[in-house]
């Protein structure tokens, strides 16, 4: 029985070689209570611990030979890059809601496309040395220009530039003059806000006169995503938390028009009817006959 279990130790620990190193010389019987229970672990001989370590020590963050390194400007732009990408960013999550990026993130969004302009440009820098194929067109992806491109897309859509000066550099008058008739309207619902019926009373002028000022700004085109989303705000806060109507000027023009046109058809069909009416009740008369004289006159030539 021992000679049995010798055997097949033996077998075990042949085919174990394949993929580990292991003690095979001493036996079950010759091992511990507790040792005897355990098997041969499988490690990694030291040869190939140190081959395998001179492997994993190789990382993308190795020194590339120097003639594919960028030079020192080059990282220098795309450091400047990184943290004005990541300022307007957090900018954009920061006043997301309510919408408020026009006037709060222009200045990052400028400081960024300035940035980009130079990295994009064929215009060398210092060293005679231009960073645009480096950075921009090294890679299929073109990570940088999709980066801001999708940024870009934003502030396009968000039409900033309509609320802001011809440089971007501040906000224009219309927007701040708007901004200012809207935080008297906000005032006003804000001190009225316990008693609606006097908040529709009170704030009636200063609500009015900022959805004219709306209306000719939209005319105008001078209208970006701030000033919508606020104005959209005030409007339910008015009509829905509020309960508040505003009529409109040129409702009772439409509404004499309208009842103009719902009884035309009810007059034309009750002069049709009058007036077939009358033709019934006229009496026709006949033609007077002629006179005796006048007959016997007749006669008389034929006599």
Not at 26 to 34: A, F, K, R, V
Not at 102 to 122: A, V
Not at 180 to 194: G, I, M, W
């Amino acid at each position: 029985m021992a000679l049995l279990t010798k055997f097949t130790f033996v077998m075990a620990c042949w085919a174990v070689t394949f993929i580990t190193v292991a003690d095979c010389s001493i036996y079950p019987s010759e091992m511990s209570g507790d040792s005897a229970r355990k098997l041969p672990s499988a490690f990694i001989p030291v040869s190939q611990a140190s081959t395998l370590g001179s492997f994993y020590s190789l990382s993308l963050s190795s020194t590339f030979p120097e003639d594919l390194e960028m030079n020192e400007y080059c990282i220098e732009l795309l450091r400047i890059y990184r943290q004005r990408y990541v300022t307007y960013a957090n900018c954009l999550v920061t006043y997301a809601r309510p919408v408020k990026i026009c006037q709060n993130c222009y200045t990052g969004f400028n400081s960024l496309e300035d940035i980009y302009k130079n990295i994009s440009s064929d215009q060398p820098g210092p060293g005679n040395v231009s960073c645009h194929d480096s950075l921009m067109r090294s890679d299929r992806l073109m990570l940088l220009y999709a980066l801001f491109s999708k940024l870009d897309e934003i502030w396009t859509s968000a039409e900033c530039k309509q609320c802001l000066t011809e440089d971007q550099e501040a906000l224009s008058n219309d927007t701040v003059y708007f901004m200012a008739t809207l935080n008297q309207s906000l005032s006003c619902f804000e001190q009225h806000q316990r008693n609606h019926t006097e908040l529709c009373k009170d704030c009636k002028a200063s609500y009015k006169r900022l959805k004219e000022l709306y209306g000719r700004m939209d005319k105008n085109q001078t209208l970006c995503i701030d000033l919508e989303d606020a104005m959209n705000i005030t409007q339910q806060l008015w009509s829905k938390n509020f309960s508040c109507l505003l009529p409109r000027e040129e409702t009772v023009p439409v509404i004499a028009v309208s009842s103009f046109m719902l009884f035309l058809p009810i007059i034309f069909y009750l002069s049709s009817f009058l007036h077939s009416e009358q033709k019934k009740r006229k009496l026709i008369h006949p033609k007077r006959a002629k006179s005796n004289n006048s007959l016997m006159n007749i006669q008389d030539k034929f006599s």
